[in-house]
C-alpha cells in the first residue's frame, strides 16, 4: 500500500515557524524525490519545493526562497518543510508527493498525501 501522510500543520501569527512532515510507505519513498505543493481556496496547486533522492538538490519556488526549507531523512522516510517568516499568502492546504524525479510540475508526482492545513493569520 503507497501511503504519504502529512503533519504539522496548524494556526500561526504572521512571522511565525511550522515545520511539516511527511512521512511515507517505502514503495512511495525509497528512490523518489519528493515535493511540496500548495493549493489555497480558489487557486491552483502550486509548486513550493522539491528534493532529490540523495538530498543533494533542492529546489524552490520563488515565493518562498529564503524562508522556506525542503530535507529529508532516508532512514525514517520522511521528508519535512521547515517554513519561517510565515505570511498569510502562504495560508493553503500543503501536500507531500512523490516522482521518480525531481520535478516542479505537479504532473510529474505519482503518489500524493491528504494534506494538511497551514493558517496564517495577520
Known amino acids: 500500500q503507497v501511503q504519504l501522510v502529512e503533519s504539522g500543520g496548524g494556526l500561526v501569527q504572521a512571522g511565525g515557524s511550522l515545520r511539516l512532515s511527511c512521512a511515507a510507505s517505502?514503495?512511495?519513498?525509497?528512490?523518489?524525490?519528493m515535493g511540496w505543493f500548495r493549493q489555497a481556496p480558489g487557486k491552483e496547486r502550486e509548486f513550493v519545493a522539491a528534493i532529490t533522492w540523495g538530498g543533494y538538490s533542492t529546489y524552490y519556488a520563488d515565493s518562498v526562497k529564503g524562508r522556506f526549507t525542503i530535507s529529508r531523512v532516508n532512514a525514517k522516510n520522511t521528508v519535512y518543510l521547515q517554513m519561517n517568516s510565515l505570511k498569510p499568502e502562504d495560508t493553503a492546504v500543503y501536500y507531500c508527493?512523490?516522482?521518480?524525479?525531481?520535478?516542479?510540475?505537479?504532473?510529474?508526482?505519482?503518489?500524493w498525501g491528504q494534506g494538511t492545513q497551514v493558517t496564517v493569520s495577520s
Open positions: 517505502g514503495r512511495a519513498f525509497s528512490g523518489n524525490a
Open positions: 508527493a512523490a516522482s521518480a524525479r525531481v520535478a516542479v510540475s505537479a504532473t510529474e508526482y505519482d503518489y
